[in-house]
């Protein structure tokens, strides 16, 4: 179970939270300027690394924010992201 | 034979659900004529009613049910036309009250955040059960309440009686 | 019966009668099972689990890999170890794995066969094809126990907790990390295994500052207890060390408790690992005979139970610590027939001890058998070039020592080898794991406490309290004799078993065996073995398997590794796991204001989604579910019916930009939409697949309430507000949740009108209250918002109600409806009219491949808004075109026909363009209305292929249809509209 720096409330358990995946995937701001290969990389896929990878995570039983954090896919060693300005 | 706990429903209660950034709250703060509460976990308590910080942009209006149209229609009108929500979410939860010696004790075996970490006056949302609840510290240790979401309500209820002791 | 008069903790004036395999016994308050059968002179306590040979008890703890038992008096518990149970009055064991008993057991005769048993037997044996076969004489002969058939009384939970140390063992170095941790003001938290805190202070007398150990135990353990910054909890095992400091226990509550066990999980800061050691057998021929015992086991029963396991010991040895027992066998009045020690030169040390009770010592000797088999009758060892044979009723061994490294292990850390104590001992650290003491191989008790005093005063030395008052010093204590070890593997050739995993029934020759099959990994010896795989996973016969691969394969223990020691450390039982959410907690179960009506009023329940249960139908008295179904929908469609639609989500946006979110959303415009109107709305997934839809309502200019399905709800919220919150920051909308504010009741068909018209209000149901528009007023005084949705296809009035007032208000529409009939409907009858009607339900006919047009709801997609979720993908299915399955109608031939749903279509006779699966059926039932079998279903080009005939293949029956446009009832709507 892991303990996930939610911003806002602190360290939560994993299970208050839905991980939404690699937060580089960003949708691209003209969807039709996109080759279907692109858009079909943007859809289906993911880095996947062994090591660091900058995640979306919801705090849905919680805050309800969404935010980011750097996980250590071996280690699951877990570094905050300062918040983006919104 | 179990914790002494009396869990009871609560009842005659409003909740004013609050969405907006800086701008938007002052307009509330100057409507309701208090500062609110900024930090995480924090709340301010008056006697006609209370406001519960549960995001940097978020909040609870906690009253009595009688007030309910009033506070509404004052918040809403303060920030008509602007990027906020002021929703009636009063039926949408349901609320208990679980006092005692040993509220920790059955407490604990619904959420998994660290109930040391909050004082009396406090308040938070998290994990309960398997269904989630907002929880408010009236006297740590001794006397919380929990919301939870209506729908759950008939399931904490007996979550809660099982949790204590007995059998259901 | 064999107690001695004096000594020990148990109660010698409350004696307990208790039960093991069909005998009457009694031991005493203060017993474990496994120490009063010592102490009645029980020798077999089970069979092995492969060959069925008798075994005897081999150790005094959790890792006991022979006593396995059948704890009938408690809820027939399985596989539960002898060394574990505290006896009580009247407690009844079976051992498992013997039939028909443990001292004549059929199966032995498996023993007989062993040539025919080796590693790997089973993957040779049992190849596909055979297994279906044999498995039913192994399933019978295997397994440890059987499940208990009655429902589990005892009372379980599951709690959390949160501290800054957990201090995982309460030995002398748990105690002493304790002391220093809780001194600095930490939240301290101490789990202890056994029922009272000292660990192996508690079976060997040991001097600590000048006192006896246990007064030290009682003294430090009293203070620490008495400390308010510290949980101290005794019969608990840690059983597992997760991510980020997680770690899981299990507490036994004593019988007297209303509870049976409650299951921890811990989240701790910092954890020290105090879990001190266990000793490891010798392997030699015969090792597994009843009466061979490992000596601190032995030493144990005497000194903590006054048990005593033989008359005439032989210790057998490759170590210093048998020379420290040599007292307590002695007082214990066993004689003593010598040591036989495995190394060539013991310390001076040792053998002042043996010398100073006139025990003979052999040195270089080896053991090449035992005599005897449900009993020894002697041993036949070899010492330099003689053979000798020494009688004999126990032999007491000790290969060493193995650190309880399970819990490092499992957080992640690295174990490695050893030489000087021939141990695995903790490596490369991961996580805040710190082991102290006999877990990190100290195994000297001045040294352990020295150890737990720095590493407690490394982590917490700096903290304010400890600085107040001093960091605590070790507190001093000698060790007897320095401990010394000289690894020596048995001969190879040495005749007769000798076993390395004793509950798996692994043996020298089977480890020789795997090696020579080319296993080299010591993970695939370890599967193909078996070897550690058992319930005490290795606990006490791991180091020599890994020893013996190593000699195998001629590499360095240290190079072979350890196999991964993995979660639990000692079995759990599911009442554990599972806490108090059983029975009717299982599911969080959701109810709506209405439910408990429904069930009242004799609605059959079914499944709805996101943990609802509502209404399938409700049958009266003498109705078939058919009966009830064709009733209700009757109802709808000739006068009134009347459901509970309180499941749905419901969500409120409000913001300037809400109506710009929405035309992003879904595929249709609601910029554009009129306050005071609602709107249907189809929502894609971002590749173009049938996500969600609803009606959304425009209530001020910037207030819309969205509804959507019960089972996608929450999908959709989270849709929405990861788009909000990490897309589109820019749009100034907020979205709140309100699924449990509002109660929904649909009062639909052609009567509906009327039965609303008998309410005092002041909303009006005139023409000009259109479809799709919604008003609010008051019905009977109740506020109320009434919609004009219908999901039916007739006329209707959807009444949407505060939850506080839904009950009255159903309660009056119930009465006002009476005169017209009207009937409460399920949600049986409400799929058999969305099918009538055709409505598209992303559940049934989006298969994560339907598209709108696929749907036929290209009517609802508005291709020129610049962008929407889902509009890319679809430009891409629109240019690649080709053939893709479309929503149909079935009008199979047979009138009658009951087609399931997910039948395969295929081509009917004489078609020859076609071949194939051509698309399968996606909801399919008996319309009351059509008195007539109709189907929804998806077909390959299915919009071109109306008129054309298809099969409908289903497991028993096919039949021919007619396929058709996607409607069967009122295809222009104008029931709905009117």
Redesign the interface.
Known sequence: ???IPCP??????E??F?C?GEADR??PP???A?T?EA?ADY?FNSTNPKGVVRE?W?H???????FQIDRDTV??EIAPVKERS? | MSYRVEVSSLKDYALINLRGGAPVTANWEATLDVTFPKAAHTAVINEAFSVLSLSSDHWWVRTALKNEDELFHRLSESVSGDHAAVTVVTDHFQGFSVQGADAVAVLRQGFSLDLRSLDSGQCTRGGFARCGATLQVVDAGMDYEIFVEASYSEYVERWLKVAQGHTV | MTRLASGGVIDRQRPLRFLFNGKRYQGYEGDTLASALVANDVLIVGRSFKYHRPRGLLTCGPEEPNGLVQLVSDGDQPNLRATEIPLREGLEARSVNCWPSARFDLRAINSVLAPLFPAGFYYKTFMAGKWDFYSRFIRQAAGLGHSPKERDQGRYERVNHHTDVLIVGAGPAGIQAAKVASGSGHDVMVLDMQESPGGHLLFHPRQIDGQAGSDWVSREVGELQDRDNVTWLQSTTATGYYDHNMVIAVEHKPAESWLKERLWHIRARKVIIATGAVERPLIFPGNDRPGVMLADAAARYIRRFAAVPGKKVLIYTNNSTPYAQLETFKTAGIEIQGILDLRKNPSEAELCLASKLEVPVSVDARITGVQGRSGIRGVTYQSGAGSKTVRCDLVCHSGGWNPLIHLYSHAGGRSRFEQASAAFIPGERAQAAYPVGGANGTFSLAEGLKEATDVANSLFGESAGNRASGTPNAPAAEDEVPYRIDQIWPEKGDKGKAFVDFQNDVTTADIALAVRENFQSIEHVKRYTTAGMAVDQGKIGNPNVIGLVSRELGEEQASVGTTTFRPPFAPVSFGAIGGSERGPLIIPARTTPITAWNIENGAAMDEAGANFRRPFFFPRPDETMEDAVAREATAVRTSCGIYDGTPLGTFELQGPDTGELLNRLYTNRFDNLPVGRGRFGLMLREDGRLFDDGVTFRVDPNRYLMSCGTGAAGAVYAHIDRLLQTEWTDLKVYLVNVSAAWATMCVCGPLARAVLGKLESDISLDPTFRFLDFRDGTLEGINVRVARVSYTGELSFEVNVARRSALKLWKILMEAGKEFGITPVGSETSGVLRIEKGFISPGHEGDNITNPFDAGMGWIVDMTKPDFIGKRSLLRDVKLGGERQHVVGLLPDDEQALVADGSALLPAQGSDSRSGFQGHVTAACFSPTLKRTIALALLKDGQKRHGERVVISGLENSCVATVTEPVFYDPKGERMRG
């Open positions: 179970m892991l303990e806002w409330c602190g360290l939560r358990n299970s208050e839905v939404a960003k949708r003209d969807p039709e996109e279907d858009w859809l979306w919801w849905v039983a919680g805050c309800t924010r969404w280690t699951h919104k």
